[in-house]
Nanobody
Framework: QVQLVESGGGLVQAGGSLRLSCAASGTIFSINAMGWYRQAPRKQRELVATMTNGGSTVYADSVKGRFTISRDNAKNTVHLQMNSLKPEDTAVYYC?????????WGQGTQVTVSS
């Protein structure tokens, strides 16, 4: 079992920045991926960014150049620095951990960007 605790969401004006953090605990395998997904009202959950323990990253096209994912493997944490936020970034952001056997989700943190 893996537990994920997210923090850092909130309300920000368009053009502003937020930093999300997620801490994983439990049975963490050395080969894994951690990342962020988001779900806006009446929309499907979508990938924002992921990063493997080896440092490989994947970003959604909509956030490239604005968001940066990083992680600390020793602390089992992953962060998402979000700059130049837009109203369309408003969503619940979920942290995800995945290894070869299972994947786990955090409880979600609300990000609201006002215009």
């Amino acid at each position: 079992q893996v537990q994920l605790v997210e923090s850092g969401g909130g309300l920000v004006q368009a053009g502003g920045s937020l930093r999300l953090s997620c801490a994983a605990s439990g049975t963490i395998f050395s080969i894994n991926a951690m990342g962020w997904y988001r779900q806006a009202p009446r929309k499907q959950r979508e990938l924002v960014a992921t990063m493997t323990n080896g440092g490989s990253t994947v970003y959604a096209d909509s956030v490239k150049g604005r968001f940066t994912i990083s992680r600390d493997n020793a602390k089992n944490t992953v962060h998402l620095q979000m700059n130049s936020l837009k109203p369309e970034d408003t969503a619940v952001y979920y942290c995800k951990y995945a290894d070869a056997w299972s994947d786990y989700w955090g409880q979600g943190t609300q990000v609201t960007v006002s215009s």
